[in-house]
């Protein structure tokens, strides 16, 4: 069968039957995080019934097994990006600890006078760490800006890379805007300058296979808990040759060749890059989320995504001063908007009340909220599980929400 087949869907996911607020819960906060199908809470409930043991050094049967299962995951997310190692594969606790790896990294490969660029679409946490290493190294941060559609302007990008630009990071899709980057042109102009590039890819891995060889890209971050996984756990996709470069960020067990107390050998990658006990269950649970994922298939996705956000932009523009933010052609399954001067909190706790989980708020992207001068947007993001219906609900929900607050 071709077509989509939703209802069959909702069934692997537990909580999308529950109730909130005595409605139906109607599930559009996805962009924060997904839900989880029963596929990978089996996984979490068979690691711990079956097999739960410390990996990577015990010689008996369930650390085998445990070892086993965990490293076959890292395989099928190496299989799932195309890297073209598995030991490029870096399990991380999520986004956030894969940028703060790389950023700390790099603090022994910048000087004074280096430069990095970031876009002016960035998550907090591809900001900071970057901010915090210009601090430690002396380098300078310059910022792509964007225009009223929240899109970069490449013109901009291309007069601030130069010979200095050591680094260029940004996300491949907008968590605040959905919008996604011209990043193959980024990759390609930034390496004609020897500049490295970082893609935040917490917001696009849900929706879009990356490719990262055909990416050319030198290093690809994601979350697992965006992407149906468990939270705490995430990737660090690194080029080999860089990932080889770069020191490692924490020191413990598992990361080492040989101690003594006058000097420490690392161990190869992966290894060298995870410090201490992984999060175990998390990688293997990650691992079958993408199982379960690929079994629907990303294109499938992709188009059932796309018809529910054309068709949540056109009822939603039907509402009188409603504007959304981010226009663009290539956007995944996020809309973000505000009514005239109302308040995107009000909004968000009028629909909460009517089972409607939305984010409110400026969604860890302040520089985008004081681009456009305002507090916040209410985001509603969706995911292959949710439906037609559930968008005509919320839509009726926020027209409500509206003639109560104006
Ligand atoms: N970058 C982007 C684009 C995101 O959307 C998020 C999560 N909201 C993060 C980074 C941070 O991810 P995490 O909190 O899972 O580390």
């Known amino acids: ?8 869907i909702r069934k692997d ?23 989880t199908p ?69 603090g022994s490969l ?25 601090e ?18 490449m013109d901009q990008f291309e007069e601030l890379l130069s010979e200095k630009t ?23 102009k930034a390496h004609t300058k020897g500049a490295a590039v970082l893609l935040d890819g917490a917001q696009a891995a849900p929706h879009i296979k990356a490719d990262v060889q055909e990416l ?50 690392y161990a190869g990658l992966p290894h060298k890059f995870e410090a201490g006990t992984p999060n175990i269950c998390g990688g293997i649970a990650f691992g079958a989320a ?17 018809e529910l956000l054309e068709y949540a932009t056109e009822k939603l523009l039907e509402i009188q001063d409603l504007r959304i933010y981010g226009i663009s052609k290539e956007k995944t399954a996020v809309i973000s908007f505000n009514i005239g001067e109302i308040h995107p909190y009000d909004i968000g706790t009028i629909v909460d009340k009517l089972g409607i989980a939305v984010r409110t708020g400026h969604h860890c992207a302040q520089p985008i909220m004081d681009y456009y001068k305002i507090p916040g947007t209410v985001r509603a993001s969706f995911a292959f599980y949710n439906t037609k219906e559930e968008i005509d609900t919320f839509v009726e929900a926020v027209k409500k929400a509206k003639t109560m607050l104006s």
């Open 1 to 8: 069968k071709n077509i989509f087949d939703v209802e069959s």
């Open 13 to 35: 996911f537990p909580i999308l039957s529950r109730k909130v607020n005595g409605y139906p819960l109607v599930y559009f906060d996805n962009a924060a995080t997904s839900q």
């Open 38 to 106: 029963q596929q990978v809470i089996d996984a979490i409930s068979d690691y711990y019934t079956g097999y739960n043991a410390n990996i990577h050094r015990g010689v008996h049967t369930l650390s085998q097994e445990a070892t086993d299962a965990y490293e076959g995951a890292r395989q099928k997310v190496q299989q799932h990006f195309n890297a073209e190692k598995s030991h490029e594969i870096i399990f991380t606790s999520g986004t956030t600890h894969a940028i703060n790896l790389v950023a700390h990294g790099f």
């Open 110 to 134: 910048l000087s004074k006078g280096d430069e990095i660029l970031v876009s002016a679409l960035e998550h907090h946490s591809n900001i900071v760490p970057w901010q915090m290493l210009c």
């Open 136 to 153: 430690r190294t002396g380098a300078v941060m310059k910022v792509i800006p964007m225009n009223d559609n929240g899109m970069l302007q």
């Open 166 to 188: 050591k680094l260029v990071f940004l996300n491949h899709v907008s968590n605040a805007l959905g919008t996604i980057n011209p990043v193959r042109e980024i990759i390609q």
């Open 216 to 265: 050319d890209v030198d290093f690809y971050v994601v979350s697992g808990h965006k992407m149906c996984g468990p939270t705490g756990v995430g990737i660090l996709y690194g080029k080999e040759e860089w990932l080889e470069k770069l020191p490692p960020y924490q020191g413990g067990g598992e990361m080492i060749a040989t101690v003594t107390f006058e000097k420490t050998t």
């Open 290 to 306: 993408l199982d379960y994922l690929n079994n629907i298939g990303f294109e499938k996705i992709a188009a059932y995504e796309h």
